[in-house]
């Protein structure tokens, strides 16, 4: 499980495994894969390196599948401030 923290400041623990995506509305959105939907402080970057975090702690052999979340991460815009790249856009 991954802390995140709701908009009034109050922490939470998700399961990683029930995340079906996580994206930038402005605000982060973590949808579920029981359709429900968590609005999130922390940049969808972050989310995304807890996520990481979390599957190397509990998978080390798996680390080239958190190097390649990460680099998918880097390559669609997700940086640590939430934000997106110029060419994003476009």
Not at 10 to 35: K, M, Q, R, W
Not at 63 to 79: D, F, T, V, Y
């Amino acid at each position: 499980m991954i802390e995140l923290t709701r908009f009034d400041g109050t922490h939470f623990y998700v399961n990683v495994e029930f995340i079906e995506f996580v994206e930038t509305t402005p605000d982060t959105v973590v949808s579920l894969i029981d359709h429900k939907k968590l609005l999130v402080r922390e940049p969808a970057a972050e989310v995304v390196r807890r996520i990481a975090e979390y599957h190397r702690q509990t998978a080390p052999r798996g680390a080239n599948n958190i190097i390649s979340m990460l680099r998918w991460a880097e390559a669609h815009g997700a940086h640590a401030d939430g934000g997106t790249t110029p060419e994003d856009d476009r």
